[in-house]
């Protein structure tokens, strides 16, 4: 079971993430993530993506150590809602981290276009410092917590 999706601010910040409005995967209210403030840790993923399959268990499990220091956003990307809801049970550590679903890419499209990413598909993750901005993209496939732990005391300054 998902942890319910977190509240937003309406306001965007400059260099954040794009100002789109996506609807929770689980319960909790649509997220407004040009207005979703640090530390935060926002992966997007799809449950099709092989690389987004590997990492998602090294994610899980860092979220697990670091929930109450470092808020996780998940963002499913082209995909349907069952096989998302599906994907996050079949993952050892289960995903438990609140996800929405943007199934038209706007997520990864508004990274790109703002330079903060060259990846042209998931998974990418994304750190948001305490005023919103985004302060780190890692283009690509996570091959451990430890390498997650690293990007988070780095650029999130959070042990």
């Known amino acids: 079971k998902l ?10 910040v400059a260099a954040g993430l794009p ?20 530390p935060a840790v926002v992966n ?3 449950s099709w993506c092989q ?3 590997k990492e998602a268990g090294y994610i899980s499990s860092v979220y ?10 998940g963002i ?17 550590p289960p995903v438990r981290y609140p ?23 998931p998974p990418v993750t994304a750190f948001v410092g305490t005023g919103g901005r985004v302060v780190h ?3 690509g496939e996570y091959h451990s917590a430890a390498a997650l732990r690293a990007d988070i005391a780095t650029y999130l300054h959070v042990r």
Do not use: Y
């Not at 942890?3 to 965007?12: E, L, Q, V």
């Not at 697990?64 to 956003?73: A, E, I």
């Not at 679903?101 to 598909?121: H, M, N, Q, Y």
């Open 3 to 12: 942890a319910p999706c977190p509240a937003s601010s309406t306001a965007a």
């Open 19 to 38: 100002d789109v409005t996506l609807e929770c995967l689980g319960k909790g209210p649509a997220v407004h993530l040009a207005g979703f403030k640090g």
């Open 44 to 46: 997007v993923w799809g």
């Open 51 to 53: 690389p987004c399959q």
């Open 64 to 73: 697990r150590s670091v929930r109450n220091k470092v808020m996780f956003l």
């Open 76 to 92: 499913d990307t082209e995909d349907s809602s069952g096989s998302a809801l599906d994907f996050g049970t079949h993952v050892t």
């Open 99 to 121: 996800s929405v679903v943007d199934p038209d890419r706007k997520v990864l499209i508004g990274l790109a276009t703002a330079g903060l990413s060259a990846a042209s598909g």
């Open 137 to 139: 993209v890692h283009p």
